[in-house]
């Protein structure tokens, strides 16, 4: 059975930070491309940031400078440190895992921005 499931998140003021972590099993971890996406009330799922495999990184562009995705395969774990937070960055971040056509979604970690 995989599983990915995403902790820290929370409520953190404006120019805080968080970082996100994803624990995944049931795949074999180091063969996925990995990534963060992030869905406010009324809006679409959108990419935060993606990790390939092999280590190659994207960033959304509101992100970029701010946002870190790193991973660690010997933990199975993909990570999002996020720097300079901003109030429009208040959603639900989700996890994804990719391998060809077999994809893995988590059920999230709320991140609330707000004085």
């Known amino acids: 059975q995989v599983q990915l499931v995403e902790s820290g998140g929370g409520l ?15 795949i074999i971890f180091r063969v996925y491309d990995m990534g963060w996406y992030r869905q406010a009330p009324g ?33 199975n774990t993909v990570y ?14 989700h996890c994804h895992a990719k391998n060809g056509f077999l994809a893995y979604w988590g059920q999230g970690t709320q991140v609330t921005v707000s004085s």
């Not at 390939?52 to 870190?68: E, L, N, P, Q, W």
Request: contains cysteine; proline residues 3%.
């Open 80 to 93: 999002l440190q996020m720097n300079s937070l901003k109030p429009e960055a208040a959603a639900v971040y």
């Open 12 to 26: 953190v003021q404006p120019g805080g930070s968080l970082r996100l972590s994803c624990a995944a099993s049931g």
């Open 43 to 75: 809006n679409e799922r959108e990419l935060v940031a993606t990790i390939t495999r092999r280590g190659y990184i994207t960033y959304a562009d509101s992100v970029k400078g701010r946002f870190t995705i790193s991973r660690d395969n010997a933990e």
